[in-house]
């Protein structure tokens, strides 16, 4: 090793050692962007960790919502953001994994783009029927659906939502047509309105259950969830094939310091135990994850190997 290239290293470690000390600063505001609307399962849970790093580190953060594109948009800015560990987006197994196989001309690349800080939260999601439909679950809804092939439609504002439903299609034999929309808020309302037959969301549209608005169909993961019981899950009413849950997790913009990402990683870790983060994850339903960095690089590996396999076939 020259002597040239000796000092420079000496340098890296002197100011990772600095950057580890004096990072986050107080002075400064640490944004997350978050690639979904206002009022999102992730939102919600965005703004509930971004005060509990506030009230950890002292630091403001504020959230910063960037739909539309099916989540293109706020990656895209994530990415062009400065490596400097006061930009983060908190994304999702759409935006990190199912993008890019659903998505022609994709403007980031997950694994390049990105470092990966923390998994946050594994979830659910549930079909949803407008209160119009007579269909109280999934199986009475797909015998429909059968008799009437491009009759009924979904929305979708997200690669997983409508990944879902192409699953759905792809093993039980139907055929839906599709109506994109911008946000899952926009997309939700669509149901309410009966501009849609069907939906996919997360738990958080559970506050429309009460009232009638929307009816549950059915829940896509291997069981029932904890806020739901009552919805029961895909392979209990025929199709046991079906299983699918999502992810949230926190990523840097590529080339931001091991350091500060380390330091970030320990925030994110206590910010999963502050009781307004708990009561945000199970508001929607939400599950621990708790990986680090390396671990999320491999369940976003895996689960892309899943996915390359259920799109082999599926409508792009």
Known sequence: MNLIRFVGLILVVL????WAQTYPDKSKVIKIIVPFGPGSGTDVFARAVGNALTAKSGVP??????PGAEGVIGMTAAKNAAPD??????????????????????????????????????????????????????RE?????????????????????????????????????????????????????????????????????????IRPLAATGEQRMARLPHVPAFREQGLKDYEFTGWVAVYFPAKTPAPIVTAMQGLLRDALKAPNVIEA?????????????????????????????IVGSAPR
Do not use: W
């Open 85 to 138: 560990g006061y930009t983060m987006v908190m994304g999702n197994i759409g935006t990190l994994v199912l993008n890019v196989h659903m998505l022609p001309h994709l403007a980031y690349d997950p694994v390049a783009d990105f470092v990966p800080v923390y998994g946050m939260a594994k979830f659910t999601n549930v079909l949803n029927a407008t209160a119009a439909l007579p269909y109280k679950g999934s």
């Open 281 to 309: 994850m199970t508001l929607a339903s939400y599950e621990p994850l708790n990986l680090s960095g390396e671990q999320l690089a491999a369940l976003q590996r895996a689960d892309s190997d899943k996915v390359a396999k």
């Open 141 to 213: 809804f797909i015998e429909a659906a059968k008799k009437s092939p491009g009759k009924y439609k979904f929305g979708s504002a997200t690669t997983m939502t409508r990944l879902e439903v192409e699953l759905l299609q792809k093993l039980a034999g139907i055929e839906l047509q599709q109506i994109p929309y911008k946000s899952m808020a926009e997309a939700t309302t669509a149901l309410v309105r009966g501009e849609i037959d069907v939906l996919m969301n997360d738990a958080t549209a559970a506050s429309c259950y009460k009232d009638g608005r």
């Open 15 to 18: 100011c990772s050692s600095a």
């Open 61 to 66: 953060v504020i959230v910063e919502n960037k």
